[in-house]
T-cell receptor
């Protein structure tokens, strides 16, 4: 069965600093991996997804993620944090046409 | 394009009462999902429809939860009777095609249920 682990339930960065949100996956087959963002009182919105094409995936709002098979990781990064990036971020893996989500990482951006 | 609509946005009930949530997916989307998101956890799939047929309901507690998608458009999720542990946000999502790999799901804003 597929699963994902998100390290760090809360991450705090300064505005303009690098954002790094960690996700490790477990899958018996080549995985499809996703990052979703959830703003307060809103549903989840797709940031980006890995579908076995390029290992470096670019998403919306300046985010990108790199698939590393050797490390079973799919970490999310953004070079420079903005106040509007404050939200909860979920990593997910697909198996059997179903998504399994991690427990989420709350990103706080400070001035 | 209108997004996924859900109502109500908030609901507070006593345990053992019943409650229903409604979802209207994006027009033309074939697949509809219901998720349960407990505080501090990621969303967990409850049931998945393709048009008006159930694709997967393996994680739906069928002794108290039921869902339907009549006419393959909007959907209703019901809990009867509710328990304290049902307190969660219930998210509806839809995707354009029949379930297939790496399809993007579009989420509604959710219904926050509090069971007292």
């Amino acid at each position: 069965a597929q699963s994902v682990t998100q390290l760090g339930s809360h991450v705090s960065v300064s505005e303009g600093a690098l954002v790094l949100l960690r996700c490790n996956y477990s899958s018996s087959v080549p995985p499809y991996l996703f990052w979703y963002v959830q703003y307060p009182n809103q549903g989840l919105q797709l940031l980006l997804k890995y579908t076995s094409a390029a290992t470096l995936v670019k998403g919306i709002n300046g985010f990108e993620a790199e698939f590393k098979k050797s490390e079973t990781s799919f970490h999310l990064t953004k070079p420079s944090a903005h106040m509007s990036d404050a939200a909860e971020y979920f990593c997910a893996v697909e198996g059997g046409n179903k998504l399994t989500f991690g427990t989420g990482t709350q990103l706080k951006v400070e001035l | 394009e209108a997004g996924v609509a859900q109502s109500p946005r908030y609901k507070i009930i006593e345990k053992r009462q019943s409650v229903a949530f409604w979802c209207n997916p994006i027009s033309g989307h074939a697949t509809l999902y219901w998720y349960q998101q407990i505080l501090g956890q990621g969303p967990k799939l409850l049931i998945q429809f393709q048009n008006n047929g159930v694709v997967d309901d393996s994680q739906l507690p069928k002794d108290r939860f039921s869902a339907e998608r009549l006419k393959g458009v909007d959907s209703t999720l019901k809990i009867q009777p509710a328990k304290l542990e049902d307190s969660a946000v219930y998210l509806c999502a839809s995707s354009p095609r029949a379930p297939q790999q790496a399809d993007t799901q579009y989420f509604g804003p959710g219904t926050r249920l509090t069971v007292l």
